[in-house]
């Protein structure tokens, strides 16, 4: 890949990134789509042909990706504190420590001290 377009496919990639955190900062779950579908498609061209000499760069962007996946882990344990305190559970299965799926049981505490 030429530095031109090495250059531009990182810039892709940083403004999807950039997306991707305004829409979790922001609650826009059609941003966050958009966004999320644009960061893969960056990462699949820059897979396909590496660029070269960008190593600081691409450091960068790997942080920023680091940071977007906390704050949508944060997000995650809000939104299922708030569904455990309405009475309802993931309806994802979990996994146990011999990695067989196992459903979640739902509960409802009586009360929170």
């Known amino acids: 890949m030429d530095a031109v377009a090495s250059d531009e496919?990182?810039?892709?990639?940083?403004a999807a990134l950039a997306d991707e955190r305004r829409a979790?900062?922001?609650?826009?779950?059609e941003l966050l789509v958009r966004s999320t579908r644009d960061?893969?498609?960056s990462l699949r061209h820059l897979e396909a042909d590496l660029p070269s000499g960008r190593g600081e760069r691409l450091?960068?962007?790997?942080e920023a990706n680091r940071s977007n996946g906390a704050l949508l882990a944060r997000r995650r344990r809000e939104v299922n504190w708030a569904l455990r305190h309405l009475g309802r559970a993931e309806s994802a299965p979990a996994?146990?420590?011999q990695g067989?799926?196992?459903?979640?049981?739902?509960?409802r505490d009586l009360a929170v001290a």
């Open 100 to 107: 067989q799926a196992q459903q979640l049981q739902p509960r």
């Open 39 to 41: 960061k893969l498609e």
């Open 24 to 29: 979790l900062l922001e609650h826009d779950i």
């Open 9 to 14: 496919a990182l810039d892709r990639l940083a």
């Open 59 to 62: 450091a960068e962007l790997a």
């Open 95 to 97: 996994y146990d420590a």
